[in-house]
């Protein structure tokens, strides 16, 4: 079993930055894929960024500029930067993994999931 804890959400004007941050612990596995997800008021849930084992990353087009996603493996954590946050960016936001390492954002191939941390945007 996986364990994924999030941290680092909070309410930001527009134009700020946060840095979400998600500890693993448990099981480990030597290949992966590791995403961030969001999930706004009366939206469906959507992959933001993802990272796999062989630090190959992707990008929802809606972060792409202003996002980056990286992992410090040596602390079992995941990380993602949001600079220039807009509204539209509000969200509760969950970091997923999969034994999988070639999963982007199909989410039913995400086994663990975190329970999520909050990012507010007010303009």
């Known amino acids: 079993q996986v364990q994924l804890v999030e941290s680092g959400g909070g309410s930001v004007q527009a134009g700020g930055s946060l840095r979400l941050s998600c500890a693993a612990s448990g099981k480990s596995y030597s290949s992966y894929s590791m995403a961030w997800f969001r999930q706004a008021p009366g939206k469906e849930r959507e992959g933001v960024a993802r990272?796999?084992?062989?630090?190959?990353?992707t990008y929802a087009d809606s972060v792409k500029g202003r996002c980056t996603i990286s992992q410090d493996n040596a602390k079992n954590t995941l990380y993602l930067q949001m600079n220039s946050l807009k509204p539209e960016d509000t969200a509760m936001y969950y970091c997923a993994l999969s034994r999988w390492w070639w999963i982007i954002f199909s989410e039913n191939d995400y086994q663990y999931w975190g329970q999520g941390t909050q990012v507010t945007v007010s303009s």
């Open positions: 990272i796999n084992s062989a630090g190959r990353t």
